[in-house]
């Protein structure tokens, strides 16, 4: 009789972000409420099921590996992007707009944008990124797939060129770290700025613009959970990397058939008991894709030691193995020799270079002080 509850009174002309920030605080220990579920509240109004339609299009587009990541709320706000573009209103996608988002625009653009997904996905398989373990980030693929539909649209994502031109503002964003954190702003500026920058040669992305890579952060990628991490795993991949047993190339079907993953060039073990600088041997620098069954082969020993034994086990030429070993940007000879000093300098100003090259960019300080300190020589 005496317990005070609390109330919070949400009346009709509580805007519905509003609604749903009340939510988000105070619910914290139930389901959250989304940006999805109060959009489907709204269409419901007009006896439009977006939850059912959302699970067929989930079915139908989405149950690949690499767009199973894409959730209900992130189609939303690439149908909001498409939406606002194509009506030719100032391009925006923050909870508002998506909220605001009108059933008629949803209805006539949800179709267009599952393709341009589709399209999305195959432009990452031809970048050799096959899977949601290994997609840099999850949110960038809101802008790449409002981005392939409106071009679509135009009939233009199918020339060499302009996949070329979405490719480059791709990779600029993986490895300028771009969408980590909140990305709404970046979204609007990309759908605008790379559709003008395609269709009529206009000024260069402010996510192309604003990629800067330090050449010391290759000693930072250590782990899965940087972009740039997993975008060198598959600018490698996109070399035509091959097996160090089999000779295959590591394409889609070898991917997925030999468990191809990430593993140390010298290996672990052997730099430990070397002791060599951790900084360095459990970077990005020294490590590749490669398929399971190599890697048990290579162990715990010296390069010079396991690549003979690879010899043995692949029945390969000593040739034919230093080929595989170089379209992994190694160097077979410093591999051979043992000379991780001089491997790691020479593998860094190879991905480096890689990166130069997909982005169209140029990476400065190559030469500098900090370099020189991290490395132990110029990468120029």
């Given at each position: 009789?005496?317990?005070?509850?609390?109330?919070?009174?949400?009346?009709k002309e509580?805007p519905?972000?509003?609604?749903?920030?009340?939510?988000?605080?105070?619910?914290?220990?139930?389901v959250?409420?989304?940006?999805?579920?109060?959009?489907?509240?709204?269409?419901?109004?007009?006896?439009?099921?977006?939850?059912?339609?959302?699970?067929?299009?989930?079915e139908?587009y989405?149950?690949?590996?690499?767009?199973?990541?894409?959730?209900?709320?992130?189609?939303?706000?690439?149908?909001?992007?498409?939406?606002?573009y194509?009506?030719?209103?100032?391009?925006s996608?923050?909870?508002?707009?998506?909220?605001?988002?009108?059933?008629?625009?949803?209805?006539k653009?949800?179709?267009?944008l599952?393709?341009?997904?589709?399209e999305?996905?195959?432009?990452?398989?031809?970048?050799?990124?096959f899977?949601?373990r290994?997609?840099?980030?999850?949110?960038?693929?809101?802008p790449?797939?409002?981005?392939?539909?409106?071009?679509?649209?135009?009939?233009?994502?199918?020339?060499?060129?302009?996949?070329?031109?979405?490719?480059?503002?791709?990779?600029?964003?993986?490895?300028?770290?771009?969408?980590?954190?909140a990305n709404?702003?970046?979204?609007?500026?990309?759908?605008?700025?790379?559709?003008?920058?395609?269709?009529?040669?206009?000024?260069l992305p402010?996510?192309?613009?604003?990629?800067?890579?330090?050449?010391?952060?290759?000693?930072g990628?250590?782990?899965?959970?940087?972009a740039?991490?997993?975008?060198?795993?598959?600018?490698i991949?996109?070399?035509?990397?091959?097996?160090?047993i089999?000779?295959?190339?590591?394409?889609?079907?070898?991917?997925?058939?030999?468990?191809?993953?990430?593993?140390?060039?010298?290996?672990?073990?052997?730099?430990?008991?070397?002791?060599?600088?951790?900084?360095?041997?459990?970077?990005?620098?020294?490590?590749?894709?490669?398929?399971?069954?190599?890697?048990?082969?290579?162990?715990?020993?010296a390069?010079?030691?396991?690549?003979?034994?690879?010899?043995?086990?692949?029945?390969?030429?000593?040739?034919?193995?230093?080929?595989?070993?170089e379209?992994h940007?190694?160097?077979?000879?410093?591999?051979?020799?043992?000379?991780?000093?001089?491997?790691?300098?020479?593998?860094?100003k190879?991905?480096?270079?890689?990166?130069?090259?997909?982005?169209?960019?140029?990476?400065s300080?190559?030469?500098?002080?900090?370099?020189?300190?991290?490395?132990g020589?110029?990468?120029t």
């Amino acid at each position: 009789q005496k317990y005070a509850i609390p109330v919070i009174s949400l009346d009709k002309e509580t805007p519905k972000e509003a609604v749903c920030q009340v939510f988000e605080n105070v619910n914290t220990g139930g389901v959250s409420l989304t940006v999805f579920e109060l959009v489907t509240a709204v269409f419901a109004m007009d006896d439009f099921p977006l939850r059912k339609d959302w699970d067929e299009r989930r079915e139908k587009y989405f149950s690949g590996d690499l767009l199973s990541i894409v959730t209900a709320t992130d189609f939303l706000t690439a149908l909001t992007l498409l939406s606002s573009y194509n009506a030719g209103k100032t391009v925006s996608c923050k909870k508002k707009d998506v909220l605001a988002l009108q059933l008629t625009s949803y209805t006539k653009y949800a179709d267009a944008l599952c393709n341009g997904f589709s399209e999305a996905d195959k432009l990452l398989q031809e970048e050799r990124i096959f899977s949601r373990r290994d997609l840099p980030y999850s949110t960038q693929l809101i802008p790449l797939a409002t981005i392939c539909t409106v071009l679509m649209e135009h009939n233009k994502i199918y020339t060499a060129t302009i996949k070329n031109k979405v490719k480059q503002w791709y990779w600029c964003g993986v490895f300028g770290e771009l969408y980590g954190a909140a990305n709404e702003t970046r979204y609007a500026n990309d759908i605008t700025q790379v559709i003008k920058w395609i269709t009529e040669s206009g000024d260069l992305p402010k996510s192309v613009t604003d990629f800067f890579f330090n050449p010391t952060r290759l000693l930072g990628l250590q782990s899965r959970q940087s972009a740039a991490y997993k975008g060198i795993m598959a600018l490698i991949l996109k070399n035509h990397a091959r097996d160090f047993i089999s000779g295959a190339e590591m394409d889609f079907s070898t991917y997925s058939n030999e468990k191809i993953d990430i593993h140390h060039i010298f290996p672990k073990d052997y730099c430990i008991g070397e002791k060599y600088d951790k900084e360095k041997w459990n970077s990005i620098v020294n490590k590749t894709p490669l398929s399971a069954r190599s890697n048990r082969e290579i162990g715990g020993v010296a390069p010079h030691s396991y690549l003979g034994k690879l010899e043995r086990k692949g029945s390969v030429m000593p040739s034919e193995l230093d080929s595989y070993v170089e379209t992994h940007w190694i160097d077979h000879e410093l591999l051979r020799n043992n000379d991780f000093n001089k491997f790691i300098i020479d593998r860094a100003k190879k991905l480096l270079n890689a990166i130069e090259q997909v982005t169209g960019r140029t990476i400065s300080g190559k030469d500098s002080d900090e370099v020189k300190q991290a490395f132990g020589d110029s990468l120029t």
